[in-house]
């Protein structure tokens, strides 16, 4: 019995053996197996497609949406058209002409990175007020004279359109500085008179110069980190001269890949000193307080 059953095993076996149909089923070629993808494991699967971490080291893009709130103090003369030497009253425009010293606005600043160290920054300034007093003291304001009781408008405009370059000659997995060259377009216009009458003259300045640059960031840890940059120039030339500094710094919370909140400080000087013949004035600008930023990176 046991016998008969291995040999009806044994037929079977056989006839399984003769009616594959091997020569239909595809063969993988070496070349194929070379060419396959890898087969992704587990633990692949869940590791992150980079390691690095968001911060300002390693956005390639940001903007930034910025409530200033600044204390301002405004030296200001506009002299006689063709004065030989300042004949102008030298104002200081908080106190003498009612304009704000403290300012609230929105500010708006864009970084792209080109490359791994190359940094381009746009950025947008405007101070814009008015101002209207009974002149407690006689005034010359350009070609008018003002005396002491006289209702006197002003107007005072500020505004410069910034162009930074920056190369970054240390960068690391968390920190990166650079130096570069800043452009800036300005438009100053100061105007002043006695309402209803034409007793008004106005002093106007418009160009483009250019600062020395400095920038730097520093992550602390995985959402906190702070940023530093620099702006200045200094020039003295025969026809006049002036400086120009704007620093910011700030530390930023980076609540979302994509999306930060901070806090930061800024300081904007302008000292300008025209002794052009047509249009001589003196105009000293300082404005500095805190910032509230919303930054979105990517």
Known sequence: MRLGLVILLSFLMTGCALWRKDKEEKVETRAEREQAEAVLKPSE??????DT?????????????????????TEMRVDSTNATVPDGTLLFAEEDL??????????????????????VRIDYFKLNRFGQVELPNAISFGDFDFDPGDTFRSKLDWRALSLTYTYSLFR?????????LGLHIYEMHAEGGE?????????????VFPTGALNAAFRISKRWAVTARYNALKVDVDEGGGTYVDAHADIQYRWRKNMVVGLGYSNINIDLDLDEVDEPLFFNLDTKGPELFFRASF
């Open 45 to 50: 699967a869940l590791k992150p497609e980079t």
């Open 195 to 207: 309402p209803g009458t034409l007793n008004r003259d106005r002093g106007e300045e418009a160009g």
């Open 98 to 119: 009612g304009l704000d010293d403290v300012v609230e606005q929105a500010r708006i600043e864009f970084d792209v990175r080109m490359g791994e160290r190359n940094h």
């Open 172 to 180: 690391a997995e968390r920190f990166e500085a650079g130096l570069g």
């Open 53 to 73: 971490i968001a911060s300002p080291v390693s956005d390639r893009f940001y903007v930034r949406l910025t409530a200033f709130q600044g204390d301002v103090a």
